[in-house]
């Protein structure tokens, strides 16, 4: 963090907002939890008086998207860890520091564009790979497993590819690129499920993850 993002950090947090709530990401501000940040419009205003260009986004979608990867690594982040994102201003990749970005501050993490042997991988699969790599297996009978990498983490598997892409075209953040999404019978047999499934990609993973953790309690 630089001296400029320290002084905004510090402002913020002499009006009461809780900046491990709040990503600073190109000079803006994004509220990844409005109740728990405390960032009140009044806070807003009186913010804006000493940064008048900084911008306070506030998404529900962004929203719901932080909860997510929140509930993903609680257990998985350990404190003062270096994390390694890939620099290539991919969507997946930009999102991936935007939103752990808030945990420099909650566990005083640190987050690199270098590998070294202690750095701790962040993974930008999201939930849609997940479904289709365990679809993939399916139909070609092999067993259904996560495959998970080690010293990796994973803060996307439990969002959306859509919700990445609505929330990136809707900010002013510039990416680089976005899949090309191609299409194959994982894909069809998805869209089929969803059209009868409520969160049947989130049902997916849940019932893996339940008969990995039961076959690990067996053996």
Excluded: A
């Excluded at 990844?32 to 960032?39: M, Y």
């Excluded at 911008?55 to 350990?78: A, D, G, H, M, Y």
Aim: glycine share 2%.
């Amino acid at each position: 963090m630089n001296t400029e993002e320290k002084t905004i950090i510090k402002s913020l947090n002499k009006l009461g907002v809780d900046t491990r709530f709040i990503s600073l990401y190109n000079n803006d501000i994004y509220i990844n939890n409005l109740k728990f940040s405390k960032f009140s419009r009044k806070k807003e205003d009186d913010f804006r008086k000493q940064y008048p260009d900084m911008e306070v986004v506030r998404s529900k979608l962004f929203q719901k998207i932080c909860i997510k990867v929140s509930r993903t690594v609680k257990n998985q982040i350990k404190p003062q860890s270096e994390l390694y994102i890939e620099n290539n201003d991919s969507l997946e990749n930009i999102l991936l520091y935007i939103v752990l970005e808030p945990y420099k501050r909650k566990y005083g993490i640190k987050i690199v564009d270098q590998k070294s042997e202690y750095t701790t991988v962040v993974s930008n699969c999201c939930q849609d790979d997940f479904c289709m790599n365990y679809l993939n297996l399916m139909t070609k009978g092999e067993k259904i497993e996560n495959n998970l990498q080690k010293n990796t983490i994973y803060p996307l598997k439990h969002v959306k590819y859509q919700w990445m892409l609505d929330w990136m075209d809707s900010s002013n953040i510039t990416y680089s690129s976005k899949r090309d999404i191609k299409r194959t019978t994982s894909n069809e047999i998805i869209d089929f499920l969803e059209k009868h499934i409520p969160n049947v990609q989130e049902s997916i993973i849940q019932s893996v993850n339940y008969l990995e953790e039961n076959n690990q309690k067996q053996e």
